[in-house]
Structure formats: structure tokens, C-alpha cells
């Protein structure tokens, strides 16, 4: 995974994400779990612009990162490993419908924060007749756990623990963990 994932330019932090702005300060998104749908779009981003579908070569989804929202609200399942969402990863010769849509540059950061377990990569994504956007977007896509703890918690334990630690988890990315049951519902 990791060749195929070189093909794409790496976003680490807001500044990163100003390269590949518009001319009046919007970002797009490529959304593929939740943000498929624009009422859960919204409720993060209440003043994104243009939501459409699109196709996103090159990738596929997998259950395969433990969320610690589920533990925050109390609907992961330990017991039975039900503790995934949604993630991307890099698969040629495969293709996922997604959504696009724009926030402003000053959104960028909440967003950050609200995947910050992922790997920001620009992609292109198509339309419906396989025309290119004229705008690269970003897709959150898999991590690996010793990037995420260098990259986004620098090598900080602590800043770890207070993410996924203190939910008894030492392991985000996990090739036999299952979605966590009320998350689907976006399905």
C-alpha cells in the first residue's frame, strides 16, 4: 500500500492544504462514509458549497481504523470488535462513489480535527461521465499507526492517550476489527 499511496501529495496541516485552495479561499472535500450524506455533511460543516457525487478512482473502502467517537458516545462494541468506521486506501484499478463539496479555508482546521486519524491526500475525482474535476479535492485515506504517531500526535504518548489510549486501545489500524453497528446506518 504504501507505493500506492506515494503516487498522492500528502496534506500534514492547514498551511498544507492552502496549495491546493481556489482563488476565493475554498477547499474541496471528497467524502466517502458519513459525508456521503449531506445532512451529516452539514452538521460539520454547516456552510460548505456545491455538494455533488463523483467517482474517485484508484481507491477502496475499508472498515479498517478503530473510531474513538464510538467510545465517546458509548456505541463500540469491544466485545465483539464492532469498533471500525469507514476508511479509504489506495487500490488501483478500483473506483468508489464519493461527494465533493467546498468548505472555506477557515474551516479547514475543524476538519482536520474531525478526521485527524487519517492520511490527507489530493486526489481528482470524475463526474458521473468520467470527466476529471478541474479542482484536486482531499480524501481522507488509511494511516498507518507509526505515521499517525509521529505525523499528528509528534511523537507525543501523551497526545496519543488522549485520544485512543485512554479507551484501552494501542492499535488504530486493524485488518480484523468490524464497523461499529450504529455507524452503518449511513448505509
Not at 492547514?14 to 485552495?21: C, L, M, Q, V
Not at 476529471?132 to 482531499?138: A, D, L
Request: charged fraction near 25%; include cysteine; charge should be negative.
Amino acid at each position: 500500500m504504501a507505493a500506492a499511496t506515494n503516487q498522492y501529495r500528502e496534506l500534514n496541516d492547514a498551511a498544507d492544504f492552502d496549495s491546493i485552495a481556489s482563488a476565493d479561499g475554498y477547499v474541496s472535500i471528497a467524502g466517502f462514509g458519513s459525508l456521503l450524506s449531506e445532512r451529516s455533511a452539514r452538521s460539520t460543516f454547516p456552510n460548505l458549497q456545491n455538494f455533488r457525487v463523483a467517482v474517485l478512482r484508484g481507491f477502496r473502502r475499508v472498515f479498517a481504523h478503530t473510531a474513538p467517537i464510538f467510545f465517546e458516545r458509548g456505541i463500540a462494541r469491544m466485545e465483539t470488535k464492532e469498533i471500525s468506521s469507514l476508511s479509504v486506501e489506495p487500490c488501483p484499478g478500483e473506483f468508489i462513489i464519493v461527494t465533493v463539496f467546498e468548505i472555506h479555508q477557515s474551516e479547514v482546521s475543524a476538519f482536520i480535527e474531525r478526521e485527524n486519524e487519517f492520511r490527507f491526500l489530493v486526489v481528482v475525482p470524475e463526474d458521473l461521465y468520467g470527466k476529471p474535476f478541474s479542482h484536486p479535492s482531499v480524501v481522507c485515506s488509511r494511516y498507518s499507526d507509526e505515521e499517525y504517531r509521529l505525523v499528528r500526535c509528534k511523537g507525543n504518548e501523551e497526545i496519543f492517550f488522549q485520544r485512543y489510549g485512554r479507551y484501552n486501545i494501542d492499535k488504530i489500524w486493524q485488518d480484523d476489527i468490524l464497523p461499529c453497528r450504529l455507524y452503518l446506518r449511513h448505509w
